[in-house]
């Protein structure tokens, strides 16, 4: 992605990298886990 972004591919940009995609992937398992009835859809408007 960095080169299709036109941005700088730095080796002291990795550790940031990882530690944004480890991040990300905690959230995404967390969001995942999540139990859904086959009939669940979004709702049209949200509400905390």
């Known amino acids: 992605m960095l080169a299709y972004l036109g941005l700088p591919d730095e080796p002291a940009y990795r ?5 944004h995609l480890v991040a990300a992937r905690g959230i995404a398992a967390g969001l995942l886990a999540l ?8 709702a049209p ?3 905390p």
């Open 35 to 42: 139990p859904l009835d086959d009939e669940a859809e979004p």
């Open 45 to 47: 408007v949200f509400k």
């Open 15 to 19: 550790p940031g990298i990882v530690a």
